[in-house]
C-alpha cells in the first residue's frame, strides 16, 4: 500500500523555472511515466521525490506523511538511475546488499534476499560477477535488483532504458512492467520516449517547460490529446493552420465544418484519419513521396501553403509522386493557442478509404 | 623498456634510438655510479674499475648508532606527517570538490598559498616563530614545519579524484540509506581510492625527503636521514659513506614506485585525474 501525491510541487534553479506548480495523485500499484522533451522538468521532479533537490516550494506525501524535508536516505523510494550508477568497486552481490548490510539484517538473510533479488530480474548466480563485466542491460538490471531488494514503497526510474539499443530497450520495458506488476509497487516512470510510455504506463504525464500539459491514460492521450502540444508529442500528427469563418474551418485544400468561433485555429489531423482520393485536372494537393511499410502505405503530401501532410493509405493504392489528390479527413481535433476547443469526426457521407476510427498506431 | 618503431616501413627509428641513448645516460649513469661507490674500498684515478670491492663501508656505516637513529626518526617523522596531512586535507579536498560554501576559492588558494613564497624565506620566518613557541629542535616542530609543505600535495591531487567520481554514485548510496559519512567512506573513498593512495605515497617520500625545514627547525637534537646524509659528505672526505646512504635512502622511494606502478596498472590512476 503506497499512494504518492505531489501537491503545487515548484523548483526554481536560479532564474530558471524546472518545475512549474504540478501536482499528481499516484495510486497505490499504478505505474505513471512522466513523458516529456528534455529540460522539461521531469528528472528534476523526480529527484525531488527521491529527496535529492529540495522542492522551491509544494508538498510531496506518500501515503498521506509528508516526506518534503527528508534527506534521499530516510525516504522510502528506491531510485534507478540513467547511468545504472553501480559501484564499481562491489561485485554484483554486494551492490545489491549494501542497503541491507546498513539496515543490520543477519548475513544469511542478506544472501537471502540479494539472490531473490538477482532472480527476479533474471539474473541469477550473477552475484560474484564484476559490474564492468556485465552488459549495458544486466547492468540496469543490477540497479533495478539494488533498489527492490529494499522494498520500497514508491519506485522512481529515470530514463533506465535511454542508452541502450531498441531492442533491448523493449525487452527490458517489457520485463520492468512484468516485475512492476507482479510486486504490485507503485512507479514513477520518466522517459522521453512516447513508444516507452504507451507501451508501460497505467498513466501518462505530459510535460512541457515544467508544467503538466495532460494526464490521463494513454488511450486517451493518444485519441484526445487535450492541448495541441500534446497531440504533435504523442504519434504522428498533421496540422493545418487557417481561419475558421462561419462554422467552417477555411483552407483551400481542406474545408471542414465545424462548431467553433470565428479566427485562426490550427485543425489536427492524424495520418490514419486522413484519407486521399484522386483529384481531376489540377486541383488538389501533390503527392510529394509515397513510402511502402508493408501494412499501410505513408504518403506525404504537400499543401499550396507549403505545409506538408502524411496520409496513411492502404497498400491496394498506389500513389506516384506528382499525382494530384483531394484529402478526406475522418476525425480531426481544433485548437486555438494551444487548447483544444472541439474534436469530431467527419460523417459518414463523405466516404473515404480511410482507417476509420484510428487505431493506435505509433 | 623503449619501443623504436616507424609509422611508414622498417626503417630504424635514428631520432627515437638517440632519445633513448641520452635517457639512460642521464638517468642511469649517476646512479651507477653512486651504487659502485657504494661497493667499493679503493678506486683511485684513472681506473674505470675500482681496483677492489667490498662491503667493508656499509659495516662501517651501518654499524653507527647516530644512522640507525635517523632512519627511526624519519621514519617516525614521515608517517606522522603523512597521517595528519591526510587527516587534515582529505575531508578539506572533498569540501572543495563537493561543496559550495562562501569563500571557497579564497581558501582552496590558501592552501596553495604556501608554495608560492619562496620556500627558504618562509621557512626562516616560520623559524623565528617557533623559536618563540620553544618548538625549535622538538620532533613536533619538525612535523609542523613538514605538514605545511605536504599541504599542496594533499588537496590538489585529492580534489582532482573527488570530483572524478560519479555523483550519481554517492547519490545512489544515500538513495539505499547511507548517510553522508557513510558514503564518503563506503563510495567516495573507495572509488577515489587509488588516486587517494598516491598522493598519500608521494607524500610520504617527500616527506622522507625533506632536508631544509628539517634541517632549519630540526637542528642539532633532530636529525633525519637526509639531513645526516649531508653531515657525511659535507665532514667527510669519504665518498663511500654518501653512497651508501643514498642507496639506503633510495630503497624507500623504490618501494614506493612499486606499489604506484601496481596502482598506475589497473588504470585507475589515470581515472582518477577524470581521464
Ligand atoms: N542542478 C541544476 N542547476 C540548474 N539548472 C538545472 C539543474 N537541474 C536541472 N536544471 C534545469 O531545469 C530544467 C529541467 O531539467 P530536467 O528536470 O533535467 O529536465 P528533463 O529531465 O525533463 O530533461 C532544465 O532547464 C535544466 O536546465
Ligand atoms: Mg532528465
Redesign the interface.
Known amino acids: 500500500m503506497a499512494r504518492l501525491t505531489i501537491e503545487s510541487l515548484r523548483k526554481f534553479f536560479a532564474s530558471t523555472v524546472a518545475v512549474d506548480d504540478f501536482s499528481l495523485d499516484v495510486a497505490d500499484g499504478e505505474l505513471v511515466c512522466l513523458l516529456g522533451p528534455s529540460g522539461s522538468g521531469k528528472s528534476t521532479i523526480l529527484r525531488m521525490i527521491?529527496?535529492?533537490e529540495q522542492p522551491t516550494s509544494g508538498a510531496i506525501r506518500i501515503d498521506g506523511q509528508d516526506v518534503g524535508r527528508l534527506?534521499?536516505?530516510r525516504r522510502p523510494?528506491?531510485?534507478v538511475?540513467q547511468?545504472h550508477?553501480?559501484?564499481?568497486?562491489m561485485n554484483v552481490f554486494n551492490n545489491i546488499a549494501?542497503?541491507l548490510k546498513?539496515?543490520h539484517l543477519p548475513r544469511a538473510e542478506i544472501r537471502r534476499k540479494v539472490e531473490a533479488a538477482l532472480e527476479l530480474v533474471g539474473l541469477g548466480g550473477y552475484g560474484h560477477r564484476q559490474t564492468f563485466q556485465l552488459s549495458g542491460g544486466q547492468q540496469q538490471r543490477v540497479?533495478l535488483a539494488?533498489?527492490l531488494v529494499?522494498e520500497p514503497k514508491i519506485l522512481l526510474l529515470d530514463e533506465p532504458f535511454a542508452s541502450l539499443d531498441q531492442h533491448l530497450r523493449e525487452r527490458l520495458r517489457e520485463e520492468v512492467r512484468d516485475i512492476q506488476q507482479r510486486l504490485g509497487i507503485t512507479t514513477l516512470f520518466v522517459t522521453h520516449g512516447q513508444d516507452e510510455a504507451l507501451a508501460l504506463a497505467d498513466r501518462i504525464v505530459v510535460l512541457r517547460n515544467g508544467q503538466c500539459e495532460q494526464a490521463d491514460a494513454p488511450d486517451v492521450i493518444y485519441r484526445n490529446p487535450q492541448t495541441q502540444f500534446v497531440a504533435g508529442f504523442i504519434g504522428q500528427m498533421n496540422f493545418i493552420a487557417a481561419n475558421v469563418e462561419g462554422g467552417t474551418f477555411r483552407h483551400p485544400e481542406m474545408s471542414v465544418a465545424i462548431g467553433a468561433q470565428d479566427g485562426p485555429a490550427v485543425l489536427a489531423v492524424r495520418p490514419e484519419a486522413l484519407g486521399l482520393v484522386a483529384a481531376e485536372g489540377g486541383a488538389g494537393v501533390t503527392v510529394v513521396r509515397s513510402t511502402d511499410f508493408g501494412s499501410h502505405i505513408m504518403v506525404d503530401v504537400e499543401l499550396s501553403d507549403g505545409t506538408r501532410l502524411k496520409a496513411m493509405t492502404s497498400p491496394a493504392m498506389r500513389w506516384e509522386r506528382g499525382t494530384r489528390a483531394r484529402l478526406v479527413p475522418s476525425a480531426y481535433a481544433l485548437y486555438r493557442d494551444n487548447k483544444l476547443v472541439v474534436s469530431g469526426t467527419v460523417g459518414a457521407s463523405t466516404a473515404a478509404p480511410a482507417f476509420g476510427a484510428a487505431p493506435l498506431v505509433v | 623498456m623503449i619501443r623504436t618503431y616507424s609509422s611508414t616501413s622498417g626503417r630504424f627509428d635514428w631520432t627515437g634510438f638517440l632519445f633513448a641513448v641520452v635517457l639512460a645516460i642521464v638517468i642511469a649513469v649517476p646512479l651507477l655510479v653512486v651504487f659502485t661507490w657504494a661497493f667499493t674500498e679503493i678506486w683511485r684515478y684513472p681506473a674505470v674499475i675500482p681496483q677492489k670491492f667490498g662491503l667493508r663501508f656499509w659495516n662501517q656505516t651501518l654499524s653507527r648508532a647516530d644512522v640507525w637513529d635517523a632512519l627511526s626518526i624519519s621514519l617516525q617523522l614521515s608517517a606522522t606527517v603523512t597521517a595528519l596531512s591526510a587527516l587534515i586535507c582529505l575531508p578539506a579536498a572533498y569540501a572543495f570538490a563537493r561543496m559550495k560554501f562562501p569563500g571557497r576559492d579564497l581558501f582552496f588558494l590558501s592552501f596553495l598559498a604556501s608554495h608560492a613564497f619562496p620556500k627558504f624565506g618562509l621557512l626562516v620566518a616560520i623559524a623565528a616563530i617557533f623559536l618563540q613557541l620553544n618548538l625549535i629542535a622538538t620532533f613536533w616542530g619538525v612535523v609542523l614545519i613538514q605538514l605545511v609543505g605536504t599541504l599542496m600535495l594533499m588537496i590538489w591531487i585529492p580534489v582532482a579524484a573527488f570530483q572524478a567520481v560519479d555523483r550519481r554514485m554517492e547519490e545512489a548510496a544515500r538513495d539505499v540509506g547511507a548517510g553522508p559519512l557513510r558514503v564518503f567512506w563506503s563510495i567516495t573513498l573507495p572509488q577515489a581510492g587509488p588516486t587517494i593512495f598516491a598522493a598519500v605515497l608521494l607524500t610520504f617520500v617527500s616527506t622522507f625527503y625533506e632536508t631544509e625545514g628539517a634541517w632549519l627547525i630540526g637542528a642539532p637534537q633532530i636529525r633525519t636521514m637526509p639531513v645526516l646524509m649531508i653531515n657525511f659528505i659535507n665532514n667527510q672526505v669519504v665518498i663511500q659513506y654518501g653512497a651508501v646512504l643514498s642507496v639506503i635512502l633510495w630503497v624507500p622511494s623504490f618501494i614506493a614506485l612499486m606499489f604506484a606502478r601496481r596502482v598506475i596498472g589497473t588504470g585507475a590512476f589515470a581515472k582518477g585525474f577524470g581521464a
Open positions: 527521491g529527496g535529492f534527506s534521499p536516505d523510494t528506491g531510485m538511475f547511468s550508477a553501480l559501484w564499481s568497486h549494501f542497503g546498513l539496515r540497479a539494488r533498489s529494499l
